[in-house]
């Protein structure tokens, strides 16, 4: 009898298990089970961070996907996964954006290093590290008998990477005016105003443009390239205006052209920019100081090796036209000089005059020459009289 008893009860539980996974993609051999370390995926995604939990040992510990929220908020319905019984076993996904990414409670703590910018130079950047749990809600009793549940999750990201899922705007302005480039193209030497604008951002962050050059070409990755600054190193011709003190930056250069384009009446010039957040209190740290061995070595040499997650802003084309100049002094004096076009029938008419003038002048001098030419002497016969004749 005692048998039976241990035999039924058994079957009860097996009967209970199955009945608590019925409709879900668990396995009562596996999943029944408390919730382990091993039950959370994490995936740092390019627009988000997916945390996917197993949703199968939550079920046996006697909560449902309600239960589950981001960071204590249980009250906010965004901050709730859903569940996909697509897949075996059954999962609980959140998703969270980098857009709106301190939403439901998730932290940020930022910290500085040493590292490369997208294309290998050496500066100063900050990480962004994103971190926060899933947990299950405090019964509103003194005691309970279901498993406090709690996942842990984080996330590192470049901050300048976070740049990417900030709006951005790259301005254009001539002479504090929008920009409007003529048809023919700007004059060489024209001033130019730049400037990068972030928008969704908080106060807290600041926009700090970390190296800007030329190219001309669309793509930023030109191997023919112009650098206007980058650190200490800054082309004459080049004034940064504002940088890391507000969420805009601001340089003015002027215009060029560029020698490839010397058998061209105008010239293509595109304006690239490396960008970076960098939080408010920590800029003035990422500037350089210039004169200072450190932040000179820092700033030495250029790689092409390319880091993920930087912020490539792009503007252009900037078209310049090219004034040709006259290569001697002939052909200013024939640029200076009045033109006289002659037409076929007036060419014709002037040659036929000198043509008959010449030839009454010939006529004329033979005129004057031929009677001379006819008159003959008169002879005297001299002899002897003949007295017959007489």
Known sequence: MEHIFWIFLIFCQIFSVGAQFNG?????????????ERDISVYCGVQTVTLKVNFCPVLFSGYTD?????????G???????????????????????????????ALVVSTAQGPNAYGNLS????????????????????????????????????????????????????????????AGLTLKTRVFAAVKATNLDKRWNVLMDYCYTTPSGNPNDELRYDLFFSCDKDPQTTVLENGKSQ???????????????????????????????????C????????????????????????????VLTAGPIITRSEQTPSNNSQLALLNAPEFHMSTVTSILISAV????????CFFLFSL????????????VSGVRNTAFN
Not at 132 to 159: A, E, F, Q, R, V
Not at 292 to 309: D, L, M, N, V
């Open 24 to 36: 879900y993609n668990c396995d009562a051999n596996f999943h029944s089970r408390f919730p382990a």
């Open 66 to 74: 309600s239960d589950l929220a981001l960071n204590g908020h249980h």
């Open 76 to 106: 906010d319905a965004h901050c709730r996964g859903f569940i996909n019984n697509n897949t075996f076993p059954t999962v609980v996904i959140f998703s969270i954006s980098l857009a709106t990414l301190e939403s439901c409670g998730n």
């Open 124 to 183: 100063l950047v900050q990480i962004g590290n994103i971190s926060g749990y899933i947990d299950t809600p405090d019964p509103p009793t003194i005691i309970s008998y279901l498993p406090g549940l709690l996942y842990k999750y984080s996330c590192s990201y470049p901050l300048e990477y976070l740049v990417n899922n900030t709006q951005l705007t790259f301005l254009l302005d001539l002479n504090v005016i929008q920009l409007s480039i003529p048809v």
């Open 248 to 282: 805009m930056g601001r340089f003015a250069f002027e215009v060029f052209r560029f020698v490839k384009h010397k058998n061209q009446k105008m010239s293509t010039v595109f304006l690239h920019c490396v960008t970076k957040l960098c939080r408010a209190d920590d």
């Open 284 to 311: 003035p740290m990422l500037m350089p100081i210039c004169g200072s061995k450190k932040k000179r070595a820092i700033s030495e040499g250029k790689q092409s090796s390319k880091s993920p997650g930087n912020a």
């Open 354 to 361: 000198i043509i008959l003038s010449v030839i009454s002048i």
């Open 369 to 380: 020459v031929l009677p001379k030419g006819r008159s003959s002497p008169v002879t005297t």
